[in-house]
Every structure is written in structure tokens, then in C-alpha cells.
């Protein structure tokens, strides 16, 4: 997304001739569907597409566009195993996505294109992990927004199973409520344990559900606490699945703010592991040679600059100096880049990121 500041070129772009800019973003997985129902979804897409345009745009200019757009419909790669596709059209630039990203469909008819609109149609899958932990048993639950889902796991599902692990009564115990104690931490210990597993194989946000006394023993043992979101203390000693939903419904209505402590866990979990670069520079860097697993990049932050004397480089943009070319937003082109490879895409809160110069990106490892 090289931009000219030529004012021919800008004023050509620009202008109502070279109007409109299409973007149609939408699901696309060959190999979950059969080739002619996606292909049956795009033609309508596009159909409703140039209805639209007629009722805005000469028809000379509709055609140009949706010739274009219908060209490169029929040239989709039907054997890739990604999960969505974006088509950018307008009558001087086409280019089609295929992204590792499950987006909403959506279609966009404007005077440019925005990069940030494909992160914008991302879908939202409000999955999370819920462990509830009585004194006695332990049982994880994968929820979503209608049901949960019992989690066969690794951790005890009953805390008689540590009786046996401890020697038999000595002065040592004579207190009982000692011998409980140590039971209780055994038993959550291995729970734990089998929860790292989990965290490995769902990468998922978790809860934390039981009594006031179960959660402190917890706290103090987990190895899992930066994946917790909540603990919320409560009897869970009857409670059904349909209470748990609705126990569940005030801690997962704003799933933004779910979504925004899971990412920056994975920014300072990449920081611990020296996989983490941050600061527009470096992070441009680091997205041209395709190391980028996960951009997060603080909502509204733009960054204009100018190309450095190697295409990893990129130097402030400065507007007194006259450069035939420029960046117009090295954010956006890092999007595009990180994207392209492969990697996926999330934004935060204004100030969330400050300790990493507004734009962070975890590498593969």
C-alpha cells in the first residue's frame, strides 16, 4: 500500500472517475464446503454488489469495477486450507486475500480502502474455559454463548483419590483440620496440572469457580493464573449447568474487555520469552521477514513514514521534506503484511499498549 504524494496520481485516485473502491470480505473454507455453494454465495455477493453501484455510479464505471470483480471470483483458489478471503477492487487495484482469520461477511463500497476493515469484521468467538473446584472434585467446562461443553481432563476428579498419598496418621496430623489442608493443596496441585494441559491444546480464557476457602488454596498454587479472568467465589456444592449459565452471563456480556486481557497475557508471555518486538520500527521489521504470529496494535494508532535504503528499514515520514513516495500508514502495511503470512490481527484500547510504544508483535516460536 506504497502511496504517491505525485498530485497527478492523487487527484487521479481520488477523483470521481476512478470511483468506487469495493471490498467484499466473507468466510471461505473449500474444504468444510462443497466448491459450487461458494461459489453460488460470491455471485450473489457480487450481484447485490452491482445493484448497489447502479444506484450510485454511471453505469460505464459499475462495469469497469465489476468486471474486475466477477474475474477475479471465478479465479479463487479453491484448494487452500485458510478460512476467509477479502476481494479489494477498484478500477486501478485488485487484490485478493486468503486469511487465517474467521471473519463476518461484509461488503464495503467506498472511495478507498481500509485494511483495518478486515480486522474490523473479525469474528467474535466468545469461547472460554470454566473450572469449577469444590473441596472434593473438580470439573472444566468449554462454554460458549448457548451451552457448555463437559471437558474430559487430565486433573483428579476427586480429592479421595489423595488419600491414600498421605502417611498414615502421626503426631504430625493429630489436627485434622492439617490434614486437610495438605489433602485440599494436593488435590488442586494436580488439578492444575491437568489445566496447563488444557491451556496447551484450547489457548483458551478461563474461570475460576468455587468457595471462598477452595479459591485462596488455588491462588496460591496455580501455575495458570495469568490465564484466569475472574475468580468468582461461590457454592458450587448443587449447582446445575443451566445456574452455571446464568451465573456465567454478567462475567462474558463484555467480551471486548475478555479478548483484550487474553491478548496483552500474550504479549508479556512473548515478552518472558524474548519473542516479542515492539515500537513501529522494529516491528516493521520483524513483519517483513514473516515473523509475525499475532499484531496488536492500539485502536486509531497511524504511523506515516518513508522507505529506508532497505526494505526492512522505514525512517519518519517528515512532512517539510518533498518525497515522491511515502508511507501513507506503515500500521496499515504491516496489517497487510502480517495478514498475508499467515499471522492474525487484534487492536486494544487506546493507552493499553503504552509500555510497548503503541504496537507490539509476537513472533512464531
Not at 476481494?87 to 461484509?106: C, Q, T
Not at 473438580?138 to 481432563?153: A, D, E, R, W
Not at 496447563?196 to 471462598?212: D, E, I, R, W
Request: charged fraction near 25%; charge should be negative.
Amino acid at each position: 500500500m506504497l502511496q504517491t504524494i505525485n498530485d497527478t496520481y492523487t487527484d487521479l485516485l481520488e477523483s470521481p472517475h476512478y470511483l468506487p473502491c469495493i471490498s467484499l470480505i466473507m468466510p471461505f473454507e473449500p474444504k468444510m464446503s462443497l466448491k459450487h455453494e461458494l461459489t453460488y454465495k460470491l455471485i450473489l455477493s457480487a450481484d447485490k454488489i452491482e445493484k448497489d453501484l447502479l444506484a450510485n455510479y454511471p453505469k460505464d464505471k459499475v462495469d469497469t469495477v465489476m468486471k474486475k470483480l466477477r474475474q477475479q471470483i471465478a479465479n479463487l483458489n479453491f484448494t487452500t486450507h485458510k478460512k476467509s478471503i477479502a476481494l479489494f477492487v477498484s478500477p486501478l487495484i485488485d487484490k485478493v486475500y486468503y486469511l487465517d482469520i474467521p471473519v463476518e461477511e461484509k461488503i464495503i463500497i467506498d472511495e478507498s480502502f481500509e485494511i483495518r476493515d478486515l480486522i474490523y469484521s473479525k469474528k467474535q468467538i466468545h469461547k472460554y474455559l470454566l473450572v469449577v473446584l469444590h473441596s472434593q472434585w473438580s470439573k472444566v467446562y468449554l462454554g460458549n454463548t448457548t451451552q457448555f461443553i463437559p471437558v474430559v481432563h487430565n486433573a483428579a476428579k476427586s480429592m479421595y483419590a489423595f488419600h491414600r498419598d498421605l502417611p498414615e496418621k502421626t503426631g504430625i496430623f493429630s489436627d485434622e483440620h492439617d490434614r486437610k489442608e495438605i489433602e485440599l493443596n494436593n488435590f488442586l496441585r494436580y488439578t492444575d496440572k491437568g489445566l496447563s494441559l488444557l491451556q496447551q491444546a484450547y489457548k483458551l480464557p478461563m474461570f475460576v469457580l468455587g468457595t471462598a476457602r477452595t479459591i485462596g488454596h488455588f491462588k496460591n498454587i496455580t501455575h495458570n493464573n495469568a490465564h484466569v479472568i475472574e475468580y468468582i467465589p461461590y457454592n458450587v456444592e448443587e449447582s446445575t449447568l443451566f445456574e452455571l449459565q446464568e451465573l456465567m452471563k454478567p462475567f462474558v456480556t463484555d467480551w471486548k474487555k475478555i479478548m483484550q486481557h487474553e491478548l496483552l497475557r500474550q504479549v508479556d508471555e512473548a515478552m518472558g520469552k524474548k519473542k516479542l518486538v515492539f515500537g513501529i520500527h522494529e516491528v516493521w521489521k520483524a513483519a517483513v521477514q514473516q515473523k509475525g504470529k499475532l499484531l496488536v496494535v492500539e485502536k486509531n494508532y497511524m504511523h506515516p513514514a518513508r522507505h529506508g535504503a532497505q526494505e526492512e528499514i522505514i525512517t519518519a515520514y517528515e512532512d517539510n521534506i518533498n518525497n515522491a513516495f511515502y508511507i501513507k500508514d506503515a500500521v496499515d502495511d504491516v496489517i497487510e503484511k502480517v495478514l498475508a503470512t499467515g499471522g492474525d490481527v487484534d487492536f486494544v484500547e487506546e493507552g493499553l499498549l503504552a509500555p510497548y510504544q503503541r504496537i507490539a508483535l509476537v513472533e512464531y516460536y
